[in-house]
Structures are given as C-alpha cells and as structure tokens.
C-alpha cells in the first residue's frame, strides 16, 4: 500500500461568494482540528497543530459575524476559567487573531461592491443610488437587478446585524491595469473601530468611500464595468494568453 504523504498545509481559495465559503471552511476545519476541547488523541492534536492553514480570497463578502466588542472581551474575561459567555467569547477572539487572521487575505479590486457588504451599508447604499439614478435600462438587467435587490433587503430587513459583519485578516486592494498595478493593504477594524483582532499599523478598510461610474459610459458599458470590476483580479493575476 502507499504511504499516505505528510499534511503540511491546507490552503483554502475562492472568489466571491466562493471566497467567503472559503473562509467558513477553513475556519471551521481549522477549530475542529486544533481544538484542545475536541476529542482528538493527544498524539492527533500535536499533528493537526503542525499544519498550516491559509486562506486566499478574491473579492469576498464579509464573512466573519462578531457581534461584541473585542477590546472589551480581551480586558475582562478569564481564559483559565472559561465559566461565562464572555470567556467563551475571548476564546474565540484569541483564535482568531493569533490563529487566523495571520494567514488570511482578501485580494479585492477597484470598486468592487461585493467586498464591501454586508457591514458597509453607507457604501451599498452610495452604490443603489448610483445605479438606481441611471435609469430603467439599468435597473432592468437582470444581474444588475438581482444584485440590486438583493442588497436592499439586506439594508432594510437586516438592521444593525449587519454592520457585526468583516474581514478578519488582510485586505489586498488592487488598483490599475495590467503592467501598472497598484496595491495596498487594508484591515477591517469593524464599523465601531474594534481593533483587537487586527494589524493596527495598516489602513482601516471601512472608511474607503465609494466612487461613482463615469457618467459618460453608455448603458450597457455600465453594465459591463460593474461585472468586470468584480472578476478583473482574477484576469490581472492569472491572465490567459490568447492564440
């Protein structure tokens, strides 16, 4: 029989809603195997401890849901003696900034809505009045409306529990075209600027500002900008070269 070859990390990719799954996978693999209250074998958790997980997004959504305040958790709760929410709640805090965040990154472009929800609603709503001040040939694309509304229910049914939603780990942001490509790195320190989790001597990603299509592009060319700013990055890193 063959000899099954050593586990040294798991990298986990996706792009879009893809990305965002990504994330949950690993994040829920990585805590099931590296847990010391699981039911793994000493020996097992010694291995799994030795394996490196990495995630690698494209113009992901928010997937991470922390609904409490992380410098609060990190100050008052006890570690050693886990008997109250809150100390759960700093566990899960210390996993996921020594843990997960270091090896997480969410490569986005330009001025790709999708990065930007769920907690970003001034941003979602900048780009509903952008769309929705173009017209009806705009409104009635079919991705463009079902993009569309699909953020309106999130702006209006969801309330505040959205705005509990962030990346957890780096922001790579691109800028530019190809042989001229811009980047910058962002951490999402949360609509309330909870930044316990996070890289604090880089850009805070939340208050990048939305930036109006060109009003001169015809209908349909707006309707290709949207799609293309959310697959440009996977065009610009892995480029297919045409016979």
């Not at 410098?71 to 996921?96: C, G, I």
């Not at 997480?104 to 929705?132: C, K, M, Q, W």
């Amino acid at each position: 029989s063959k000899e099954i070859p050593e586990i040294t990390r798991i990298i986990f990719c996706g792009h879009s809603l893809g990305g965002a799954i990504a994330e949950m996978g690993r994040l829920i693999l990585q805590a099931k195997l590296t847990n010391d209250n699981n039911l793994n074998s000493i020996k097992e958790k010694e291995t799994n401890k030795a394996i490196k997980f990495y995630t690698v997004a494209f113009s992901a959504q928010m997937s991470i849901y922390i609904p409490f305040n992380l410098d609060k958790v990190l100050s008052t709760s006890d570690l050693d003696h886990p008997e109250t929410e809150t100390d759960y709640r700093k566990a899960t805090v210390k996993f996921l900034r020594d843990e997960f965040a270091p090896n997480s990154f969410n490569i986005t472009y330009g001025t790709d809505i999708v990065p930007h929800a769920y907690s970003r609603t001034e941003y979602l709503n900048a780009f509903l009045e952008d769309i929705r001040n173009r017209g009806d040939n705009i409104i009635g694309n079919v991705e463009l409306k079902g993009s569309s509304s699909v953020f309106t229910h999130l702006l209006q049914k969801g309330g505040d529990e959205w705005t509990h939603f962030r990346h957890v780990g780096t922001v790579i942001h691109v800028e530019g075209e190809a042989g001229d490509i811009n980047s910058t790195e962002y951490v999402d320190k949360g609509s309330n600027e909870n930044s316990a989790i996070l890289n604090n001597s880089l850009k805070n990603f939340q208050p990048i500002h939305y930036v109006k299509i060109n009003e001169k592009l015809k209908d349909d060319e707006v309707i290709y900008h949207v799609k293309n700013e959310h697959t440009k990055i996977l065009s610009l890193l892995y480029p297919t070269n045409k016979a």
